[in-house]
């Protein structure tokens, strides 16, 4: 019985949810340090969603604008882009990750420093068109952690260039 006063206590608090909570698992964040001068950087998580939902956005104080970007050959250029919405497909993780999709905060306000937490904000629209957010502190870091590193999957022009930006100076 103790048992199920627990499970209905359970029950009780996923019911009780905020209802504009995003129903995604957010994993391993970081954005990449910037130094004075730089305009935008980028950022990464592995996002599981519950449901299937785009993600449609995303929001930082520390920034004037964020964008999420694909990584596309030009040629024999790798170069990013903006895009309007990132499918993220039920129980599947999506990386987002140097070389790969990422967030990126343009019109940066002030450089990001290594080892400081910056507020993430993101934005996701399920099936039915309704809106949800998920609120993140993003520690940044000079480089990818561990973690999130050397998975091969043969983007070998992917590789750390999350810097040279191809934003059209
Ligand atoms: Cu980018």
């Given at each position: 019985m103790?048992?199920?006063?627990?499970?209905?206590?359970?029950?009780?608090?996923?019911?009780?949810a905020?209802?504009?909570?995003?129903?995604?698992?957010?994993?391993?964040?970081?954005?990449?340090?910037?130094?004075?001068?730089?305009?935008?950087?980028?950022?990464?998580?592995?996002?599981?969603?519950?449901?299937p939902?785009?993600?449609v956005?995303?929001?930082?104080?520390?920034?004037?604008?964020?964008?999420?970007?694909?990584?596309?050959?030009?040629?024999?250029?790798?170069r990013?882009?903006?895009i309007?919405?990132?499918?993220?497909?039920?129980?599947?993780?999506?990386?987002?990750?140097?070389?790969?999709y990422?967030?990126?905060?343009q019109?940066?306000?002030?450089?990001?420093?290594?080892?400081?937490?910056?507020?993430?904000?993101?934005?996701?629209?399920?099936?039915?068109?309704?809106?949800?957010?998920l609120?993140?502190?993003?520690?940044?870091?000079?480089?990818?952690?561990a973690?999130?590193?050397?998975?091969?999957?043969?983007?070998?022009?992917?590789?750390?260039?999350?810097?040279p930006?191809?934003?059209?100076?």
């Amino acid at each position: 019985m103790c048992a199920s006063l627990l499970l209905s206590a359970l029950l009780g608090g996923t019911a009780m949810a905020h209802p504009d909570a995003a129903h995604v698992k957010a994993e391993g964040a970081w954005a990449r340090a910037s130094v004075a001068g730089q305009q935008a950087t980028g950022a990464f998580v592995r996002l599981t969603a519950q449901e299937p939902l785009q993600l449609v956005g995303v929001e930082t104080p520390a920034a004037g604008a964020g964008e999420i970007h694909e990584m596309k050959m030009d040629g024999d250029v790798m170069r990013m882009r903006a895009i309007e919405s990132l499918a993220l497909p039920e129980g599947q993780t999506v990386e987002l990750k140097p070389g790969g999709y990422h967030l990126m905060f343009q019109q940066l306000k002030a450089p990001l420093n290594d080892g400081v937490d910056v507020p993430v904000t993101l934005v996701f629209k399920d099936g039915k068109g309704e809106m949800s957010r998920l609120h993140l502190q993003v520690p940044v870091q000079r480089r990818a952690p561990a973690a999130t590193h050397g998975h091969g999957h043969g983007h070998e022009h992917g590789e750390g260039h999350a810097m040279p930006h191809q934003h059209g100076h």
